[in-house]
């Protein structure tokens, strides 16, 4: 079974520029998450859908970011623009339903200079 | 807010000898738990899992432990080797249906041969 896929891997942007990223779910997976991991710091859920729908977008700065999941597949999360504290990996993980084979990609390590 | 900690940023141990990891949490509603292992430069990888209707639970090599009068988690490793070697967090959620993970800062396992 593929697992969640992510592109880019790396990206270095200057602040103030935008930046997207891309995540495919695993087949069959209804739920998509987001999740932003600081260096030395445990994930942090950005946002989670439910088919294209937002269940939970709580701890989304959405001044500055956005995220969509338009056919209910995969997904891209933008910042724009972005900011020195941005600096992090976006991690993408998917779900079938609940936590059951909860899967994550190995991340989007972005840095802001 | 809501969140969970572990109580050492890095534990050192011999390869072969057993290994500990504790975190503590605060949201006494928690329903699920689960450990998570990271390695460098990929996605957090499923350990072993334990709802709150239970104390202990075991699996290949681990054993995850939960206290619920004290908000306590851990982690017990047997027989360490030297690809236990990574970063471990422990995650809440308050039901195993939302799929939202709360997670803490990670404990450094280094294993030495």
């Known amino acids: 079974e593929a697992g969640v896929a992510q592109s880019p891997r790396y990206k270095i942007i200057e602040k103030r520029q935008s930046v997207a990223f891309w995540c495919n779910p695993i087949?069959?997976?209804?739920?998509l998450y987001w999740y932003q991991q600081i260096l030395g710091q445990g994930p942090k859920l950005l946002i989670q859908f439910q088919n294209n729908g937002v269940v939970d977008d709580s701890q989304l700065p959405k001044d500055r970011f956005s995220a969509e999941r338009l056919k209910g597949v995969d997904s891209t999360l933008k910042i724009q623009p972005a900011k020195l504290e941005d600096s992090a990996v976006y991690l993408c993980?998917?779900?079938?339903?609940?936590?059951?084979?909860?899967?994550f990609g190995s991340g989007t390590r972005l840095t802001v200079v | 807010g809501e969140s969970v900690g572990l109580h050492l940023p890095t534990l050192s141990v011999q390869e072969g000898d057993n290994s500990i990891i504790n975190c503590a949490y605060s949201n006494s509603a928690s329903d699920y738990f689960i450990w998570y292992k990271q390695e460098s430069g990929k996605g957090p990888q499923f350990i072993i899992d334990i709802r709150s209707n239970m104390d202990k639970r075991q699996g290949q090599r681990v054993t995850v432990l939960l206290n619920k009068t004290v908000k306590h988690l851990s982690l017990q490793i047997a027989a360490t080797q030297p690809g236990d070697s990574a970063v471990y967090f422990c995650a809440e959620t308050p039901s195993s249906n939302t799929g939202k993970l709360i997670f803490g800062q990670g404990t450094t396992l280094q294993v030495k041969p």
């Open positions: 993980a998917s779900s079938f339903a609940g936590h059951y084979g909860y899967t």
């Open positions: 087949s069959g997976h209804a739920t």
